[in-house]
C-alpha cells in the first residue's frame, strides 16, 4: 500500500459531507452527467452491439466463405474475441490517463475511437473482392474498436459514482450501464429493420449501413462528453496535489487483492453476457435452424428487459448492499444455465425469446448493474480508473472475449464425436450450460471474499479490501 499520512485519510473521512457541498457540483450539473454517461454509452454500445450482432449472423459468409459452418463460426467468433484481448490494453492506457489527466478527457477520446473505428469497418472491402485482405483489415479494425471499449464502461462508471450523492451511488451508477442496453436495444433494432435475412444481406450493401451509421455517434457523443464537468473527486484530488503519478504501478503493486476481487465477480455476468448475445443467437439461428430474425429480436427482448433490471439493480444495492444483491443475482443466473439451454435446444421460437429475455436480462445484466457503484468503491480515489479498467478488461479477455468461442468450439467438438448424426450439435447445449455454470460459481464464490462498500469515502486512497478481514 502506498505511504499515506494517517492524519489525511482521517481528515478524509471526517470532511467527506462538507466537500460533496463544496465541490460545486448541482442539481443541473449531476442529471448532465447522468446524461453524458448514459447516452454516450449508448452510442458507443450500439457500435459494439453492431459487432457482436454482425458475428453472430453475418462475418462468417461475408470475410470467411471457404470455412465449414462451423470454422466459419469459429473464425467470426475468433475476430470476436480480438476484440475483448486488446480491451486490457486500452483499459491500462486510457486509465493511466483518467487517473492523471481526469475522467472526462478519456470518454471524450474512447467514443471518438470507436466511432471511427465502426464507421470503418461499414467501408471494408470483403472477402469476394479483397481476398485474405479482408478479414485482416477486419482484425485491425476490430482491435482498435477493443481499445476504446476498453475504458468506456470504466470511464462512466467512475464519473458517475464520483458525481452521484452518497446513499443513491448505486442508481446513478447504474444509468451509463443502462445507455449500454440502450445501445444495445438501438444496434438490434437497426439490423432488424435491415439485415433481418442473413443469407440476402450478405450478397447487398445494406449491412454496410448500421456501421457507417456511427458517424453520428461521433458528433453527438462528443458534444455531450466535452460540455460535462470533471469529476469533483478528481478536482479535489488535483486541487491537494493527490494524482499519481504512475497508478499502474499502484494497482499492480498494491491492489492485486483488489483485482482478484474485480476479476472473480466479472466472470458470470461479462462471460454470461458474451455467451446469451452471441453464442445463444448464433445457436438458435445457425445449430438449431431457427428462421427469419429471431435472434435479432431475442436480444431486443433481452435488452428491453434489461433496460429495466440495470437501474433497480442499482436501486437495490443501495438499500441492501452491493455483495448481497450481486450474489443473488449471481444465484439467479446460476439456477438457470441448464433450464435455460435445454429450452434452446428444443426449437421452439417464443420459448427461446423468453428464456433468453430472462436469463440475460434478469440474471446477467442484474449483476451488471449492481457492479457499477461496487466496482469503483473497491479501489483508493488515485487509482480508480486505473484499478477498474484492468480488473473489468482483464476480466473481459478470459472470460467475456473467449467464452462464444470456447462454445462454438464445443459446438464443433460435439459434432466431430457424432458424424453420423445430422442433429448432434443440438447436444451441445449441456456442456455449454456447464461452462456457464462453472464461471458463475466462481463469482459466486468471490462474493463471499468480497467487502461490503456501501457509502464507503471515495477520497480515501485505500482500497475497500484493506479494511476488510476477508481474504483469498
Not at 476490430?142 to 464520483?162: D, H
Not at 447487398?204 to 458517424?215: A, E, I, N, Q, T
Not at 483488489?258 to 445457436?283: K, P, W
Request: include cysteine; proline fraction near 5%.
Amino acid at each position: 500500500m502506498t505511504t499515506t499520512n494517517p492524519t489525511i485519510v482521517d481528515s478524509l473521512h471526517a470532511t467527506e459531507a462538507a466537500a460533496r457541498h463544496d465541490d460545486g457540483i448541482q442539481a443541473k450539473d449531476l442529471r448532465r452527467a447522468a446524461w453524458a454517461c448514459s447516452v454516450g454509452s449508448a452510442l458507443e454500445y450500439y457500435d459494439f452491439a453492431l459487432y457482436t450482432l454482425a458475428s453472430a449472423l453475418i462475418f462468417g459468409p461475408l470475410f470467411f466463405p471457404e470455412q465449414t459452418p462451423e470454422m466459419r463460426l469459429i473464425a467470426s467468433f475468433g475476430t470476436y474475441f480480438l476484440g475483448f484481448a486488446v480491451r486490457p490494453v486500452g483499459g491500462i492506457l486510457f486509465g493511466m490517463l483518467g487517473d492523471r489527466l481526469g475522467r472526462k478527457f478519456v470518454l471524450s477520446a474512447t467514443v471518438l475511437l470507436m466511432g471511427v473505428s465502426s464507421a470503418l469497418i461499414g467501408a471494408l472491402p470483403t472477402f469476394q473482392t479483397a481476398g485474405y485482405l479482408a478479414p485482416v483489415l477486419l482484425v485491425v479494425l476490430r482491435l482498435l474498436q477493443g481499445l476504446g471499449a476498453g475504458a468506456e464502461q470504466a470511464g462512466a462508471a467512475v464519473m458517475m459514482t464520483e458525481y452521484a450523492p452518497p446513499g443513491r451511488r448505486g442508481f446513478y451508477a447504474a444509468l451509463p450501464f443502462l445507455g449500454i442496453q440502450m445501445g444495445t436495444l438501438l444496434a438490434a433494432a437497426v439490423y432488424l429493420l435491415m439485415v433481418s435475412d442473413p443469407e440476402r444481406i450478405t450478397e447487398s450493401w445494406l449491412w454496410r449501413l448500421p456501421f457507417l451509421l456511427s458517424v453520428i455517434i461521433i458528433g453527438v457523443g462528443l458534444y455531450m462528453r466535452l460540455r460535462l464537468k470533471e469529476s469533483p473527486t478528481f478536482v479535489r484530488m488535483q486541487e491537494h496535489k493527490r494524482t499519481l503519478d504512475n497508478p499502474l504501478k499502484t494497482v499492480l503493486t498494491h491492489s492485486r487483492r483488489t483485482l482478484l476481487i474485480g476479476v472473480g465477480l466479472r466472470l458470470a455476468e461479462n462471460g454470461g453476457s458474451s455467451i446469451y448475445q452471441a453464442l445463444a443467437v448464433s445457436f438458435i439461428v445457425g445449430v438449431i435452424g431457427l428462421e427469419g430474425p429471431v435472434g435479432v429480436i431475442t436480444l431486443i427482448c433481452a435488452a428491453a428487459v434489461g433496460a429495466c433490471t440495470v437501474p433497480i439493480a442499482g436501486k437495490l444495492s443501495d438499500r441492501f448492499g452491493r455483495v448481497a444483491v450481486y450474489r443473488a443475482f449471481a444465484f439467479l443466473q446460476l439456477a438457470l444455465a441448464f433450464p435455460v439451454w435445454w429450452v434452446l435446444s428444443q426449437g421452439e421460437v417464443v420459448a427461446s425469446v423468453i428464456a433468453i429475455s430472462i436469463a440475460l436480462g434478469i440474471g446477467t445484466w442484474g449483476m451488471f448493474g449492481t457492479q457499477a457503484a461496487l466496482m469503483p468503491e473497491l479501489f483508493g480515489a488515485g487509482h480508480r480508473y486505473m484499478g477498474v479498467s484492468v480488473a473489468r478488461e482483464a476480466s473481459a479477455a478470459v472470460a467475456g472475449g473467449i467464452a462464444p468461442m470456447v462454445g462454438a468450439g464445443i459446438i464443433a467438438a460435439v459434432v466431430a464425436l457424432n458424424p453420423d448424426d445430422p442433429q448432434a450439435a443440438t447436444g451441445a447445449w449441456f456442456p455449454i450450460a456447464c461452462y456457464l455454470a462453472l464461471l458463475t460459481l466462481t463469482t459466486i464464490y468471490t462474493t463471499f471474499k468480497t467487502p461490503e462498500t456501501l457509502n464507503r469515502n471515495l477520497d480515501d486512497p485505500r482500497d475497500a479490501a484493506h479494511a476488510s478481514p476477508a481474504a483469498f
